[in-house]
């Protein structure tokens, strides 16, 4: 063991050897499409009711619209999502869902089609943590397609389950 001193080059490295899913969270919400990334997304918070979790940066320019939106989407990245799944987090937010298929509930989430899952969910509550928030969504619909495989982070770059 060696202490991190406060280094978040280090911090960094550590987390970034702990695999985990990548979801896109996406609404319609200020008159235009947003959607950002998250690697942070945690499933089984809660059953009943049903909730999931996520955490976001409070640098981030995409949450504070995407939070007005009355439902958000959220697809777990399949495989078939590693070319767009940077795009997904580019800074031109404009672009971000350019090129890829999607459908909108009628409730203003927005869904990648071939995800795995996809959870329309509400903003239950948000929770600060250091430079982050923490944002706990309640389950409102979802659906699965177990045909398509999860996209995971690992090692700061985007691999596939073996």
Do not use: N
Not at 60 to 80: K, Q
């Amino acid at each position: 063991m060696r202490p991190h001193g406060g280094d978040p080059a280090l911090l960094r490295e550590a987390f970034s050897g702990f695999p985990c899913g990548v979801v896109a969270i996406a609404a319609a919400a200020s008159g235009s499409d947003h959607v950002l990334v998250a690697s942070s997304f945690t499933v089984g918070v809660s059953q009943d009711p049903p909730l999931v979790m996520f955490a976001v940066q409070h640098t981030s320019s995409t949450w504070p619209i995407l939070s007005t939106a009355s439902r958000l989407g959220v697809s777990v990245l399949g495989e078939g999502h590693t070319r767009h799944a940077r795009k997904l987090a580019a800074p031109d937010r404009s672009r971000r869902l350019e090129g890829l298929a999607v459908h909108r509930t009628s409730h203003g989430a927005i869904l990648l089609l071939d995800a795995p899952i996809w959870l329309e969910c509400s903003v239950w509550s948000t929770y600060p943590a250091g430079d982050h928030d923490i944002v706990v969504l309640r389950v409102e619909e979802l659906s699965t397609d177990f045909a398509h495989q999860p996209l995971l982070w690992h090692r700061s770059g985007f691999t596939k389950i073996a």
